[in-house]
């Protein structure tokens, strides 16, 4: 949890609250939800749009995902060399064939990776993995992650 001020802009102090929860943060990491609001200050209006900007001091759930961290992801698609994740607010999380130690490519109707142990990573299939790298792409305002599944414990979850 970190403590957080910042600014409210709209119409209605409740509105750009709502607005708030799921907004990204320029300092590289997600807001995931205002906990608390500590203080909301007088609101100034905008002449030039009419909207009103109130100052909050308020405490928020962010996340930032870094390498060595084990998370859980579903599974977006697969294809022969690669699987991509979806972990959280972060929508593109790779995982290279070569970062998944004894599992094979099995083609078909749905692709899937399968290894000798018959464990399956299959599309919307929830994986548990290692973060390699991280990496901010700031056109597109979000995380890039690399995966590994080297380790114990890593692969699909049941």
């Known amino acids: 949890m970190c403590e957080m001020g910042g600014f409210l802009v709209g119409r209605s102090s409740y509105a750009c609250w709502r607005n708030l929860r799921i907004a990204r943060l320029l300092k590289i990491r997600y807001f995931l939800s205002v906990t608390t609001l500590e203080k909301i200050g007088e609101g100034k209006i905008r002449p030039e749009s009419g909207d009103v900007l109130f100052p909050v001091r308020h405490n928020c759930l962010t996340f930032k995902p870094f390498k060595g961290e084990v998370l859980k992801a579903v599974v977006d698609r697969i294809v022969k060399h690669e699987v991509f994740l979806i972990c959280g607010p972060v929508g593109n999380v790779f ?3 070569k970062t998944m130690p004894d599992y094979q490519y ?3 109707e749905s692709p899937t990776f399968m290894n000798n142990e018959s464990s399956k990573i299959e599309k919307g299939g929830v994986v548990r993995f290692v973060v390699l790298g991280t990496k ?3 056109t597109e ?3 890039q992650v690399l995966a590994s599944l080297a380790g114990d414990f890593l692969g699909p979850v049941s």
Do not use: A, I, R, T
């Open 106 to 108: 099995v083609h078909g």
């Open 136 to 138: 901010w792409v700031e």
């Open 95 to 97: 995982l290279s064939v």
């Open 141 to 143: 305002k979000e995380f």
